[in-house]
């Protein structure tokens, strides 16, 4: 039910920034109001997501309009993301209590049962060492999840919005864009300072993830870029998500990437 829930809410966000995107927000109002509606009472059961997810997508559909470039849609994104999660922390805070509470109970069962089934296993050091190893849980850590968890979808619906408008009026247009999306320097030292400043304030070093989405992004897009200028197989991407995945360096790696696409461009020898 969750998943079906979550999928609805990214196909149905797709829909409303495809429209954004071809006519404008106002021409999107008659869509995202029943939308608004439906998520709304998602929200009150418990699931906040869907409604987080459509106010995030519409508001980077319409920067995506405004400004016609990725790259600026990608570095406002984080922002919409965190303010929205500020206000649920302040003004919904005992909406977050409640799946605080929840999320705290939900999190025991799983230490229980993941001590049961060690004992039986006779691993249950290594079971206890995982266990230690486990964030606690406060408002702020739950809410950088949820918020995490939003933008992702958020994107996901967007990058889906387009793909249909490309195929309808611009086929390859997408492919196009993303295989040249860049990060300029504006970009990176903003996105680098707020991901600083998430890191030394006590409690939300957990929200510098939503700052390094953008990094990732590009990176994702800089190899596929690369790998269709050298016309790598299908392979090489399969063989690149798998290292994303399971290698957690790879992300630093990827920003470390990034940086040095905006200083010398490594798609353009590459096509020469």
């Not at 290594?126 to 406060?138: F, K, V």
């Not at 889906?160 to 611009?170: H, M, P």
């Not at 997408?174 to 707020?194: D, F, S, Y």
């Not at 304030?201 to 200028?229: C, D, K, N, S, T």
Request: charged content about 10%; some cysteine.
């Amino acid at each position: 039910m969750m998943l079906l829930t979550l999928l609805i809410a990214v196909l149905g966000s797709a829909a409303v920034a495809l429209v954004i995107l071809r006519s404008g927000i106002s021409s999107a109002s008659k869509y995202v109001l029943p939308l608004l509606i439906v998520s709304s009472l998602w929200a009150v059961k418990g699931n906040i997501v869907p409604l987080s997810t459509i106010i995030a997508c519409v508001a980077m559909a319409q920067i995506l309009r405004l400004s016609r470039s990725w790259n600026v849609m990608l570095c406002v994104a984080p922002f919409i993301t965190a303010l929205w999660a500020m206000i649920l922390v302040t003004a919904g805070s005992e909406y977050v209590s409640q799946l605080l509470l929840v999320a705290e109970q939900a999190l025991e069962s799983f230490k229980s049962q993941l001590l049961a089934s060690a004992s039986e296993a006779g691993t249950q050091a290594s079971s206890e060492q995982l266990i230690a190893q486990i964030p606690t849980l406060d408002a702020n850590y739950l809410v950088a999840n949820i918020a995490l968890v939003q933008q992702m979808l958020s994107l996901i619906s967007i990058f889906i919005a387009r793909s249909w408008q490309s195929k309808l009026y611009n086929p390859g247009g997408l492919q196009q864009e993303i295989h040249q999306l860049r990060l300029t320097k504006v970009n990176i030292l903003v996105l680098l300072l707020a991901l600083i400043a998430c890191s030394n304030i006590e409690g939300y070093q957990h929200w510098g993830w939503l700052f390094l989405m953008p990094f990732i992004v590009a990176g994702i897009a800089l190899v596929h870029g690369i790998i269709a200028i050298k016309q790598f197989g299908t392979q090489w991407l399969i063989g690149f998500y798998v290292l994303l995945i399971s290698f957690a360096p790879t992300i630093p790696l990827l920003m470390l990437l990034v940086m040095v696409d905006n200083a010398v461009d490594l798609r353009r020898p590459l096509a020469g």
